[in-house]
Each structure stands twice: as structure tokens, then as C-alpha cells.
């Protein structure tokens, strides 16, 4: 079975410093990986995936996130952080392959970041 | 956000009652998603469908019932609910189609429901 770590409940930056939301995961074989966001009151919105190729993703609002196979994780990124990124964080995965359950995601418990003016 | 709309957006409902959320996605998908989002918990899958038939139910009780009458709309109908069922239920919907979608889709969120059970 496939699981999502994210190890900080909470992440503080100030703005315009890089932020990194950290992620790792277990899954049988390649994954594929996700990164949602979640606004306060809101449902997530889709911000990036890997699927294959180069490991370095680019995504939505300047955030990219780094696949590293060797550490199996997933890690967001974002080089100047603004303080609307303020928001809940979920990293998913999903195990390569079609049989049944391959559409399912596997989120991690979210990492609620701060961005401090 | 548009593109799947949930309603209603807040619910209140005492154990007894019975009540529906309802689900519609406009971006043509074929697979459609009930997620249970509680605090400090991972989202948890509750219902999967797709092109209309249900392909997984994650072991969800019976008080919980889903409906899928269209691959545009998805229902999640309530009866006799208890406090811990109170959370934020997402549905989701992704271009998949059946029985396991394609592993790279996207699954695209509406903005939930909060639901309170007194």
C-alpha cells in the first residue's frame, strides 16, 4: 500500500525568503506524485505533478516541486514566498500501473503554511 | 473552482434527519470522487465513480449513501449521522474512465461541504 509523510504540521517563512514544504512517500514501483492546495474555506486546487522526465516539475503561482527517487521524496518549492501562499499544503501519490485502485490518491496530512509579512 | 460546484456549501442536520449534498462537475470527466476531509487526518476516499457506476467504496458505513445518476452529477445522501461524521466532504472529478481511470488524471476539487452533526 502506498503512503504520504509530510513531516511539519507547519512551515514559517517571511516573505520573499524560499519556502520548501517537505514530502515523502512509499509506493510499489514509480509514482506518480501530487501537490494540492487548500485556501481557507476552499476545496483543493491542483498545483503540479510528476509524471515522468525530468524531475524538476514547474506548476501553478511560481511553485515546482523536485522528484529525488534515491530519497523518495517530493519536496514544493518556491524561490520568493508570498504572503498569499498562506495555506494548507497536501502532497499525494498514486502507484504507476491500471489495475483497480490505480486512480486512487493517497494524501499526506497537509502542512499549513505561514507566510510572515 | 466553477468547474465542480458543491451545495450546499454549510449543513447542520441533528442525528435523525436525512439530507443529500450534491455534486456537478462541468469539465466533461468521466470519473467523479466523494472525499471525508477531517481535522488533522489525510483526506479519506470514500466513494469512487465512474461513467456512473461505482468502482470502489472504501468501506464506508451505510449511513452514507451515493448516488450517481449522470456522469455530470454526484449525490451523497445522509441518514442517521453521528458527531464524528461532522467534516468537510469534498467531491472531486477527474477525465478517468472505467474501471481504473488513467494514474496520470488530475483530480480537480469543488469547494466542499461543511457538515455538522448535532
Known amino acids: 500500500a502506498q503512503s504520504v509523510a509530510q513531516p511539519e504540521d507547519q512551515v514559517n517563512v517571511a516573505e520573499g525568503n524560499p519556502l520548501t514544504v517537505k514530502c515523502t512517500y512509499s509506493?510499489?514501483?514509480?509514482?506518480?506524485l501530487f501537490w494540492y492546495v487548500q485556501y481557507p474555506n476552499r476545496g483543493l486546487q491542483f498545483l503540479l505533478k510528476?509524471?515522468?522526465?525530468?524531475?524538476l516539475v514547474k506548476g501553478s503561482y511560481g511553485f515546482e516541486a523536485e522528484f529525488n527517487k534515491s530519497q523518495t521524496s517530493f519536496h514544493l518549492k518556491k524561490p520568493s514566498a508570498l504572503v498569499s501562499d498562506s495555506a494548507l499544503y497536501f502532497c499525494?501519490?498514486?502507484?504507476?500501473?491500471?489495475?483497480?485502485?490505480?486512480?486512487?490518491?493517497?494524501f499526506g496530512k497537509g502542512t499549513k503554511l505561514s507566510v510572515i509579512p | 473552482e466553477t468547474g465542480v460546484t458543491q451545495t450546499p456549501r454549510h449543513l447542520v442536520m441533528g442525528m435523525t434527519n436525512k439530507k443529500s449534498l450534491k455534486c456537478e462537475q462541468h469539465?466533461?470527466?468521466?470519473?467523479m470522487y466523494w472525499y471525508k476531509q477531517s481535522a488533522k487526518k489525510p483526506l479519506e476516499l470514500m466513494f469512487v465513480?465512474?461513467?456512473?457506476?461505482?468502482?470502489e467504496n472504501n468501506s464506508v458505513p451505510s449511513r452514507f449513501s451515493p448516488e450517481c445518476p449522470n456522469s455530470s452529477h454526484l449525490f451523497l445522501h445522509l441518514h442517521t449521522l453521528q458527531p464524528e461524521d461532522s467534516a468537510l466532504y469534498l467531491c472531486?472529478?477527474?477525465?478517468?474512465?472505467?474501471?481504473?481511470?488513467?494514474?496520470?488524471?488530475?483530480?480537480?476539487f469543488g469547494p466542499g461541504t461543511r457538515l455538522t452533526v448535532l
Open positions: 510528476y509524471i515522468t522526465g525530468d524531475n
Open positions: 509506493v510499489s514501483g514509480n509514482p506518480y
Open positions: 472531486a472529478s477527474s477525465q478517468g474512465q472505467a474501471p481504473a481511470g488513467t494514474p496520470t488524471d488530475t483530480q480537480y
Open positions: 469539465l466533461g470527466h468521466n470519473a
Open positions: 465513480y465512474s461513467l456512473e457506476e461505482r468502482v
Open positions: 499525494a501519490v498514486r502507484p504507476k500501473g491500471s489495475g483497480a485502485g490505480s486512480y486512487q490518491l493517497t
